[in-house]
C-alpha cells in the first residue's frame, strides 16, 4: 500500500509540474524583390498586385516587404502606388527602394526622408547616400549605393561602399540568421552591360565578392537590377571563367547567389519579379514573369538560396 501511495504521489508531483516544451518555430515569411520600373506606374501596379495576391494562390506566407532595385524614374507616383495597392494587405510592412544609375539628389532625399526615415528599422548612416540596413525578423538587408560619390565611382561601389558593406555585415546581430544585399548593378552582367560599369572594374569587384564570400554561412545572395533581365547564378569564384563567361550560369557550390530581378516597367509588356520565402535556416526563391496579353504571371525559376531543408 505504501509503495502505491508514493507512486499515485510521484504522478500527482508530476503534474503539477510545468511542461516542457521545445521553443516556438518563428513563422515562415516572404518578401519580394523587383526592378526598373522606370515611368511605368501602371506596370509596377501590375507587378505589385501579383506581389499582393500570389500567397493565397500558392497558399504560402503572404509578403511582408517590398525591395525595388533601382531605377524608380517616377517614385513619388510609385510610391504612393505601393500605398494604395497594400492599404488592404497588412502584412506588408516596408517599400525598401534603391537608387539606380539615374538617381538624382532630389529622388535620394525622397527615399531617405519621405520613406525611410518612416520605418524604425532603417538605418541609413548618411541621408545624402541612400546605403542603408534593414533589420526583419531573421533577416538583415544590406542596401548599398554606388552612384554617389561617398560609396561608389562610376556605378560600382568604391573602397569606402565595400569597406561600408563589410562592417555592416560583420555587426549583424546573432539573431540575424540571413544576410542580403542589394546593389542596382550586377557585379557579373548577362544579356545587356557586359564589358562595362561593373563588369569593367574586375580587381575591386572580385575583391567584393570576395569579401561577401567570408561571410557566406549568413550572405545568402545579392540581389540587382539594371539589365532588365531575369538571372540567377551562384558564383564561389569571382575571377573564374565560368563567372566572367556572359553565356554562362554558374551554380558553384559554395558560392553566393546573384539574383536579378528583371523588371517591374522598363521592358513593356515584358514584367518580371522574384518571392523570397524564409523557412528557419531553409531560404528559397521563385521567379515569375508575364509576357505580353498572358492571362497571369508564370514561374520561371523556383530554387534554394540555401542548403537548409526547410523546417
Not at 554562362?248 to 536579378?260: A, F, K, N
Request: aromatic share 8%; net charge neutral; glycine share 8%.
Amino acid at each position: 500500500m505504501r509503495r502505491s501511495r508514493a507512486i499515485l504521489a510521484g504522478v500527482a508531483l508530476l503534474a503539477a509540474l510545468p511542461a516542457v516544451s521545445e521553443p516556438a518555430a518563428r513563422p515562415s515569411f516572404a518578401f519580394a524583390v523587383a526592378a526598373d520600373p522606370h515611368n511605368d506606374v501602371d506596370a509596377f501596379r501590375e507587378v505589385m498586385r501579383d506581389v499582393r495576391d500570389r500567397p493565397a494562390r500558392e497558399q504560402g506566407p503572404p509578403g511582408e516587404l517590398l525591395l525595388v532595385a533601382g531605377d524608380l524614374h517616377a517614385l513619388e507616383k510609385e510610391y504612393a502606388a505601393f500605398r494604395e495597392d497594400f492599404k488592404g494587405a497588412p502584412s506588408m510592412k516596408a517599400f525598401l527602394p534603391m537608387t539606380g544609375d539615374h538617381a538624382t539628389g532630389p529622388l535620394r532625399a525622397f527615399m531617405v526622408r519621405d520613406i525611410l526615415a518612416a520605418i524604425p528599422q532603417a538605418r541609413v548612416p548618411d541621408p545624402a547616400v541612400v546605403s542603408y540596413t534593414f533589420d526583419w525578423r531573421s533577416v538583415r538587408i544590406v542596401v548599398a549605393d554606388p552612384n554617389h560619390p561617398a560609396h561608389g565611382a562610376q556605378r560600382f561601389l568604391n573602397d569606402a561602399g565595400c569597406q561600408w558593406v563589410e562592417a555592416v555585415i560583420r555587426e549583424t546581430p546573432p539573431e540575424i540568421e540571413h544576410v542580403f544585399v542589394g546593389i542596382h548593378e550586377p557585379p557579373f552582367p548577362r544579356n545587356r552591360h557586359v564589358g562595362e560599369m561593373t563588369d569593367a572594374k574586375r580587381p575591386i569587384r572580385n575583391a567584393f565578392w570576395n569579401t561577401l564570400l567570408k561571410h557566406r554561412s549568413r550572405v545568402r545572395a545579392v540581389f540587382t537590377g539594371h539589365t532588365h533581365y531575369l538571372e540567377a547564378m551562384r558564383v564561389a569564384d569571382p575571377a573564374g571563367a565560368a563567372a566572367n563567361d556572359p553565356d554562362r550560369y554558374p551554380e558553384e557550390p559554395g558560392g553566393i547567389w546573384q539574383v536579378g530581378a528583371g523588371a517591374a516597367g522598363a521592358r513593356g509588356d515584358l514584367l518580371s519579379y522574384v518571392r523570397i520565402v524564409v523557412d528557419g535556416r531553409s531560404v528559397r526563391a521563385v521567379s515569375y514573369a508575364r509576357e505580353g496579353k498572358a492571362p497571369g504571371f508564370r514561374v520561371v525559376k523556383d530554387w534554394a538560396l540555401t542548403d537548409d531543408p526547410p523546417r
